[in-house]
């Protein structure tokens, strides 16, 4: 069993509260949450029962224009002049008059994600923990995600689907570890989707993905499906070459290039398929080969229980072809959450660096924040879980 009140609130209080700060991409956040201390936390398992009471969940985003991405410059310049305003803000929602007395800890993104924003929150995160005097702790981005789809279903032990801008994943727990059953080969999901996104020179905001989502709906022929290629390897997938693919048509569509059968009758020259129906093949593929290795890893562990987390996984119709395939397995469920806890966000953080730093693993030596680019999800002790 599991002690998770081995560290004690500060300040004899009967709850903990941590501040979260997430910049691995393009997202800025800042979370608050609160815990109470729960006596049958002292002697179990219930890591994903903290009763979290979320005290400020705050987000900004760095926007560019249509037909382009995010460079780490750009993103760690936004960061920086955006992150004390939002402490600030978060602060003031939380009631927290007095930081170097009301907060037990500071957690902050420590890895995966792009190297200049992630330095950027962490200099912030080494600033305030100096100035009031409070420890830190670096969490993994993924764990953040995991940890916080945990506490808002209350899934125990779910297969994870991971599926993110940087991160395609599916993971199990297993002694101490979250295990990588599977993972993409080359690029993720959510950056497929960016990238063909740009090509197709649709807003960025709210979301490049959320945008495709739209349009897919649109979609008038849902039976006819344009044929993409599918490419499950074992328990991994690849997606560079579907992204190279429907690139190719979507180029020739906007030519007009009538040689393509695919998209214009050979003998009228009329057109067959829209852009609507592109994002719609898109998404219908990629999320099968998704369900297929999240199906195995279920049958591999004996689960019937799937969380999906990171920024794609607060799509509708991934969510829905998860649905029905847990539909079709004895007592299956899908556990998501909204955009609110998908999408990169400071409280995930927090609540992930809080369960490390009840277990005592948090530090006040600045040697031991080092970010890094490359953090595996399977790298992390999970020492607040049986």
């Known amino acids: 069993m599991v002690n998770l009140n081995t560290v004690l609130p500060r300040n004899g209080r009967n709850y903990y509260l941590a501040l979260g700060l997430e910049g691995s991409a393009n997202k800025l956040g800042v979370g608050i949450v609160k815990h109470p201390v729960l006596p049958e936390h002292e002697d179990g398992d219930l890591s994903f029962k903290c009763e979290s009471e979320i005290m400020a969940n705050i987000r900004d985003t760095y926007v560019t224009p249509p037909g382009e991405g995010f460079l780490p410059r750009d993103t760690a310049r936004h960061h920086r002049n955006w992150c004390v305003r939002l402490i600030k803000r978060a602060l003031q929602e939380a009631g927290v008059k007095d930081p170097s007395r009301d907060l037990d800890v500071i957690c902050f993104t420590r890895g995966p994600g792009m190297g200049a924003p992630l330095h950027s929150v962490a200099i912030a995160a080494r600033t305030i923990s100096l100035l009031w005097g409070i420890p830190l702790v670096g969490v993994n981005h993924c764990v953040g995600h995991i940890e916080m789809g945990r506490e808002i279903t209350g899934a125990a032990n779910p297969v994870v689907l991971y599926v993110s801008g940087g991160n395609t994943q599916v993971i199990a727990y297993s002694e101490k570890r979250y295990r990588i059953f599977g993972e993409t080969l080359d690029i993720a999901i959510g950056n497929c989707l960016d990238r063909f996104a740009r090509t197709l020179r649709i807003p960025n905001s709210p979301s490049p993905g959320y945008n495709i989502e739209q349009l897919a709906k649109k979609c008038s022929d849902k039976e006819r499906l344009v044929e993409l290629p599918y490419t499950v390897k074992g328990m991994d997938l690849s997606m560079s070459g579907i ?26 020259g009329e057109q067959k398929v829209t852009v609507d129906d592109l994002c719609f093949a898109l998404q219908e593929n990629m999320f099968a080969m998704l369900v297929e290795i999240t199906e195995r890893a279920m049958a591999h562990v004996n ?16 969510q829905e072809m998860m649905g029905q ?18 999408i990169d966000n400071g409280v995930m953080i927090a609540q992930a660096g809080l369960l490390e730093y009840r277990m005592g693993q948090a530090t006040t030596d600045l040697n031991e924040t080092v970010v890094t680019q490359k953090f595996r999800t399977d790298e992390v002790y999970v020492g607040w879980r049986e």
């Open 325 to 342: 395939m847990c539909g079709d397995r004895a007592l299956g469920q899908v556990h998501a959450t909204d955009e609110r806890f998908c």
């Open 243 to 268: 992204l190279a693919y429907i690139e190719t048509l979507a180029k020739d569509l906007f030519r007009g290039n009538k040689k393509n059968k695919i998209l214009f009758d050979p003998k009228t």
């Open 303 to 318: 689960s019937n229980q799937v969380l999906v987390v990171g920024g794609v996984g607060c799509n509708e119709r991934l």
